[in-house]
């Protein structure tokens, strides 16, 4: 998996950084370790972008989230935080009193 590889490669410039002696191979480690890092920013930037628009409809209130409640009320606006924050698999989050399930 490339999480994986991109964290032993980012561990082993680390240790390398550390280890070399030489000013000029530290600062060429230094950029390569930057780059590396910028690189799998970007491609989590991809990955979650991605996800996001795969799951568009869902996070938008898609079924009965939407239904449950008029989506620019304030409650709307909580319940579809509370059910985006159970599919992402964050838990269940107490309702306020008097609030339904949806």
């Given at each position: 998996m490339y999480h994986d590889d991109s964290d032993a490669c980012i561990r082993e410039l680390c240790r390398q950084i550390l280890e070399?002696?030489?000013?000029?191979?530290?600062?060429e480690l230094l950029h390569s370790l930057q780059s590396t890092v910028r690189s799998y920013q970007d491609d989590t930037r991809m990955r979650?972008?991605?996800?996001?628009n795969y799951y568009r409809d869902r996070i938008r209130g898609h079924s009965s989230i939407g239904n449950a409640h008029n989506s620019n009320s304030g409650a709307g606006r909580a319940v579809r935080i509370r059910a985006l924050l159970e599919f992402l698999g964050l838990g269940r989050w107490p309702r306020p009193e008097g609030e339904v399930e949806g």
């Open positions: 070399e002696q030489d000013p000029s191979k530290v600062q979650m972008r991605y996800i996001a």
